[in-house]
C-alpha cells in the first residue's frame, strides 16, 4: 500500500525547479534587458506547468495500475498543455518583445532542475 505523501525527492526537484527558474530569469535580465528576463520566465512558468501535468498524469496511471479507478481529464490537460506550449510561442514570436532564445532557454528549467535532484541523491541518497 502507498502513502499519499509526496515523496522527497519529487519535492525536492519542483523546489530546485523554482530556484534555477529565478537564477535563470535573473541571469537573463542582467545579461539581455527585461524582455530576455521576462521571455526566460514565460519558458520557464511553461515547463513547470508540463512537469506539473506530466507528474500528474504519471501519479494517475499508478493508481490505475493498483487497482484504482481510471483518472479523468488527463488526455485533455495533455492536449491543452501542448496549446498553450504553442499559443504562447506565438505570441512571443509575433507579438511581445520578449526575448525568443531566452524563452525556450527557459523550457530547460526542469531537465537542469532534475539533473541536480538527480545529482544530489547521488551524493547524499535518502533513506525513505
Request: net charge positive.
Amino acid at each position: 500500500m502507498t502513502s499519499n505523501a509526496p515523496d522527497p525527492a519529487l519535492r525536492r526537484t519542483f523546489r530546485l525547479a523554482l530556484w534555477v527558474g529565478l537564477a535563470g530569469m535573473a541571469a537573463a535580465w542582467i545579461w539581455g534587458g527585461w524582455q530576455a528576463g521576462l521571455g526566460f520566465a514565460m519558458g520557464a512558468g511553461a515547463s513547470a506547468f508540463n512537469l506539473h501535468v506530466l507528474h500528474r498524469a504519471v501519479a494517475g496511471l499508478g493508481a490505475v495500475a493498483e487497482g484504482g479507478p481510471a483518472p479523468t481529464g488527463y488526455a485533455m490537460a495533455a492536449g491543452l498543455r501542448y496549446l498553450l506550449i504553442a499559443a504562447g510561442a506565438y505570441v512571443i514570436v509575433k507579438y511581445s518583445p520578449f526575448t525568443l532564445g531566452a524563452a525556450l532557454a527557459g523550457l530547460f528549467v526542469p531537465v537542469a532542475a532534475i539533473l541536480l535532484a538527480t545529482l544530489y541523491e547521488l551524493f547524499y541518497g535518502t533513506t525513505s
